[in-house]
């Protein structure tokens, strides 16, 4: 168990519609980041936020928006969904947002998101 | 930037045997580079990681890696497969500076078989 939590572990959805994704980090990590893995793409960067504030910024589309509150937990949004939004969307948490080389992720269970 | 390419995506040994997956990677500066391990739904786990210092690096479960700068390689290793390896295995690159980003690789599938 590495002690980040995500929820809902599957969601199925029609195109056009907005959903949310939840990540709880690791008890005391600071840093959450978010991963979309897909057949065709991988793993694919989204986005970082450290102690409230976004820190760094992947391939995330202009629909898609993340925020992490005071208690540190994070949401995804994703709007206006298209099919190939459909992946497996992780999200990873480490006690800094330095370096990776002294605070490894760890990475919750994902969410499998369905467009249909 | 950095990048890292696997080669092979899909990787089949008898249990007992080597283990080899490969990882290539790309970096303008000095890398951190990491193998990470993905079980069937389950998240990505740390399996080892090279940051600076000694170019073997032993991690979890009997893996181990050689950073060899000249070959911009960080191949993985295990001298005799499980059945519970079974896995994806993915190789990843970060940089060292405070707005590195982690880069995985496309990841290898290992089957391991009677």
């Known amino acids: 168990d590495s002690g980040v939590t995500q929820t809902p572990k599957h969601l199925i959805t029609a195109t056009g519609q907005r959903v949310t994704l939840r990540c709880s980090p690791r008890?005391?990590?600071?840093?959450v980041y978010w991963y979309q893995q897909s057949l065709d793409q991988g793993l694919q960067f989204l986005i970082q936020?450290?102690?409230?504030?976004?820190?760094a910024k992947g391939n995330i589309l202009e629909r898609f928006s993340a925020q992490q509150f005071p208690d540190l937990h994070s949401e995804l949004n994703l709007s206006s969904l298209e099919l190939g939004d459909s992946a497996l969307y992780f999200c990873?948490?480490?006690?800094?947002?330095?370096?990776?080389?002294?605070?490894?992720?760890?990475f919750g269970n994902g969410t499998r998101l369905t467009v249909t | 930037a950095q990048s890292v390419t696997q080669l092979g995506s899909h990787v089949s040994v008898s249990e007992g045997a080597l283990v080899l997956l490969r990882c290539n990677y790309s970096?303008?500066?000095?890398?951190?580079l990491f193998w990470y391990v993905q079980y069937p739904n389950q998240g990505l786990q740390l399996l080892l990681k090279?940051?600076?210092?000694?170019?073997l690096v032993k991690g979890i479960n009997g893996f181990e890696a050689e950073f060899k700068k000249s070959e911009t390689s960080f191949h993985l290793t295990k001298p005799s497969a499980h059945m519970s390896d079974a896995a994806e295995y993915f190789c990843?690159?970060?940089?060292?500076?405070?707005?590195?980003?982690?880069?995985f690789g496309t990841g290898t599938r290992l089957q391991v078989t009677l």
């Open positions: 970096s303008s500066v000095p890398p951190y």
């Open positions: 936020y450290y102690n409230g504030e976004e820190r």
């Open positions: 090279y940051t600076t210092g000694a170019t």
């Open positions: 990873a948490s480490s006690p800094t947002g330095q370096t990776f080389g002294n605070s490894p992720l760890h």
């Open positions: 008890s005391g990590d600071l840093s």
């Open positions: 990843a690159v970060s940089g060292t500076g405070t707005a590195s980003k982690l880069t």
